[in-house]
């Protein structure tokens, strides 16, 4: 199994970027996909989940701003990021779980099956 995330880099304050997850040896349809960030010294934080039913959560920081999605029949996912903020550097990470397992926390980087290698976000002010 790969999850592969790409579309970091450096970007302005204000500026947009979008991040890509391909999906490798899991059927996504079948998933919940997630991501979350980490920045340097601090604990992995929670951004955005689509589950399989395509409901979707935000954290509070990042509400209005990042749009998550997903496209099953290509196997990828996408969070779509605006106006950004210097506090929004970090890597960020994808990550899937099986949609078939119980007690589900959407929130919760250890609640996941998978999680890619990530792909640096730098927001200069």
């Known amino acids: 199994v790969q999850l592969q995330a790409s579309g970091g880099g450096l970007v302005q304050a204000g500026g947009s970027l979008r991040l890509s997850c391909a999906v490798l040896?899991?059927?996504?349809?079948?998933?919940?996909m997630a991501w979350f960030r980490q920045a340097p010294g601090k604990e992995p934080e929670f951004v955005a989940a689509?589950?399989?039913?395509?409901?979707?959560d935000y954290s509070d920081s990042v509400k209005g701003r990042f749009t998550i999605s997903r496209d099953d029949a290509k196997n990828t996912g996408t969070l779509q990021m605006s106006s950004l903020k210097p506090e929004d550097t970090a890597i960020y990470y994808c990550?899937?779980?099986?949609?078939?397992?119980?007690?589900?926390?959407?929130?919760?980087?250890?609640?996941?099956?998978?999680r890619g290698q990530g792909t640096q976000v730098t927001v200069s002010s």
């Open positions: 689509v589950r399989f039913s395509t409901r979707t």
């Open positions: 040896g899991v059927t996504l349809s079948n998933s919940h």
């Open positions: 990550a899937t779980r099986n949609r078939f397992r119980v007690g589900y926390v959407y929130n919760n980087m250890g609640n996941y099956d998978y």
